[in-house]
């Protein structure tokens, strides 16, 4: 048995259960006989089951969370590579449109008020089934009102509300930049100061915290609103979690194109992010699950909100990684375990997560987990697969892909307006896939589609709906893809 998690003489509630789930752990790893197996059948089954018949009753905290369960089911479908029927598709177009708020956004369900995350996970699913036209769904958003209702959330320091009388958050904003970029309403007004909040988000730990405290301006002797935000001192509010964290750094790769120059510029430290990150991954008794706090279980959603960061580290220049995104690289694939070279790139163990997910992460009746002997649930089906994704292929934003995408933009001002659309098209397109580098643990058919780091989508789907709402044409891929 591998070495269990060193304790102290003290032991505690805490301890006693971090033994208890190494033990679960590992047990349940040495029950798998064979190659590990990704069971697609058996995890569409089960996703299936929720989608025709409806989720069991246990979903029914989830009432203002409605549009989170089709977007984790349908895009789970998306990287398993199944495809849906016209059937289907409209039926869930239609369902996503009731829930679209009149004065802009969409709700949680139908009749409940507009809120940025179920607004970002309705148009991420959109961006699966929808498509031009009456009753396609992209036509029938009410880009204008969703920009307007953005604004009136927006606050002094450069946070959002995540709706009208709610919380601050990292998740708020970039499930709104997310939609943003989407839906090409990016602009200048919008994006002010949130660069700054990000960056005030990061602990001494190196992750990102929820929020942090504005403090004001106390020259003015009108309301807070109207006084000029401090940047500094602002204290973070809560210690580093991954998903907060995932959230700051996609918000910040997104906002990169757009940061100020000079002294003003927010900046993040990427040193402290990276050990941070690479901490999260558990020991060999956790089978390289990830966790998403210090001194936390292993939990298989931080397979994509821990293991989806190290490709946006790629994009800011923090990983380390030497690639050529301008060479051809080999077609060639083995999907042996000698196929892993002693010389491993990646700053995570790739092979350690795959195997996490494959063989303690999957129920036996379908669908994925946080760990056994926990029950499988939409929501830890999808990030587990999306983890596997991450951990299966090298995505990166490729050089000449971003140059190719601005050779062919058909707008000839030069507005900064245009500019900023330009930038946004091209910095969120020009993600590829590094062809024959993925690294697969067990069979061929375990392989899954590569996803977007940025959106959690696949690369196609972001081209697609992007291409409609910019009205550009965008390029095939030089290498084959997925």
Known sequence: MPRSTPTDDFPTATSDLQEDTEEIIHSTSLRSSGPPTLRKNEHLQFLLRN?????????????????????????????????????????????????????????????????????????????????????????????????????????????????????????????????????????????????????????????????SHPYFSAESSESPSQSSCLPFPRPRLGEAHGGYTFCALASWVLLEPFLPEGESQPTIDGKRLLRWLVNMQGTEIELGGFKGRTNKLVDGCYSWWVGGEFALLEALGISGYSHHADLEPSQHQDYSDESWDDVDESLFNCKALQEYILLVGQHVTGGLRDKPPKNADAYHTLYCLSGLSAAQHRVFPSVMRKSELNSLWNNVEETPELKMREAAFSSALCWTEEEGTSKIVGPASNKVNATHPLFNLTITHAEAIMSHFYGQTVPRHSFKRT
């Open 51 to 211: 989608l025709r018949q409806g989720f069991p009753a246990r979903y029914i905290s989830y009432d203002a969370s409605q549009p989170w369960l089709l977007f984790w089911t349908i895009q789970s479908f998306s990287v398993m590579q199944v495809g849906m029927d016209p059937e289907t598709k409209q039926k869930a177009i239609d369902t996503i449109m009731a829930w679209q708020h009149p004065d802009g956004g969409f709700g949680g369900g139908p009749g409940q008020a507009a809120h940025l995350l179920p607004t970002y996970a309705s148009i991420c699913t959109l961006a699966v089934v929808g498509r031009p036209g009456a009753g396609g769904g992209w036509d029938q958003i009410d880009r204008e009102k969703i920009y307007n209702w953005f604004m009136s959330l927006k606050q002094p320091d450069g946070s959002f509300l995540v709706t009208h009388d709610g919380e601050v958050d990292t998740r708020g904003i970039y499930c709104l930049l997310v939609a943003a970029y989407l839906l090409d309403i990016l602009t200048p007004e919008l994006i002010a100061g949130t660069a700054a909040f990000i960056a005030s988000c990061q602990t001494y730990e190196g992750g990102f915290a929820s929020a």
